[in-house]
């Protein structure tokens, strides 16, 4: 069945760095564009980045994270990143990642992992 | 980037109640439009895809409707696992945009 693990949260201190991992199994991860989708405590979501299923074609960022955060991917290890620099407080979330339904980039998410919490603060 | 507007932003509903929910868009997004339920603590679940599509082993109480700007969600009889939080989403550009969310608690 699919599967998919974020790991890698937690706290830490404005200006510093996180990556973020995703483990997916169950399926032909390298045949799918990914998706992280964040949000923050008691809010609603808000999407983050994709990246194309080759890892290569294209990546993608929401304003708030452009310059800051990178996606990528290691299709041997079926495995998602989320990179993110300069943490403000404003990143504080829940951080997931997501699969669309078909594979391609617009699509909505038909699986999602468990969420790893992300809490920046002094 | 597109905005989606969901109203109210909290229902208070009872049990055997039919519910509706709105999802409005900035601008012409087709059928590009998903739901998605949130439990306390967990992550969304697909209800609904291109805006009236059920997602496989979602229950036929759940239904959608809509085109262009307006989408609206229905359940028709309320049940106790339905109190939740609900989240349209729209799919017609790569920057996939959600609405602000309504929470369903019981009355």
């Known amino acids: 069945q699919v599967q998919l693990m974020e790991s890698g949260g937690g706290v830490v201190l404005p200006g510093r760095s996180l990556r973020l991992s995703c483990a997916a199994s169950?399926?032909?991860?390298?045949?799918?564009?990914f998706h992280w989708v964040r949000q923050a405590p008691g809010k609603g979501l808000e999407w983050v980045a994709v990246i194309s299923a080759d890892g290569i074609t294209f990546d993608y960022y929401a304003d708030s994270v452009k310059g800051r955060f990178t996606i990528s991917r290691d299709n041997s290890r079926n495995t998602l990143y989320l990179q993110m620099n300069s943490l403000r407080p404003d990143d504080t979330a829940v951080y997931y990642c997501?699969?669309?339904?078909?594979?391609?980039?617009?699509?909505?998410?038909?699986?999602w992992g468990q969420g790893t919490l992300v809490t920046v603060s002094s | 980037d597109i905005q989606l507007t969901q109203s109210p932003s909290f229902l208070s509903a009872s049990v055997g109640d039919r519910v509706t929910i709105t999802c409005r868009a900035s601008?012409?997004?087709?059928?590009?439009l998903a739901w998605y339920q949130q439990k306390p603590g967990k992550a969304p679940k697909l209800l609904i895809y291109?805006?009236?599509t059920l997602q496989s082993g979602v229950p036929s109480r759940f239904s959608g409707r809509g085109s262009g700007t307006e989408f609206t969600l229905t359940i028709s009889s309320l049940q106790p696992e339905d109190f939740a939080a609900y989240y349209c989403?729209?799919?017609?550009?790569?920057?996939?945009?959600f609405g602000g969310g309504t929470k369903v608690e019981i009355k």
């Open positions: 291109v805006a009236s």
């Open positions: 997501a699969r669309p339904r078909r594979g391609v980039i617009t699509d909505p998410f038909d699986y």
């Open positions: 989403q729209q799919f017609n550009s790569y920057r996939l945009t």
């Open positions: 169950g399926f032909t991860f390298s045949t799918y564009t």
């Open positions: 601008q012409d997004i087709s059928s590009y």
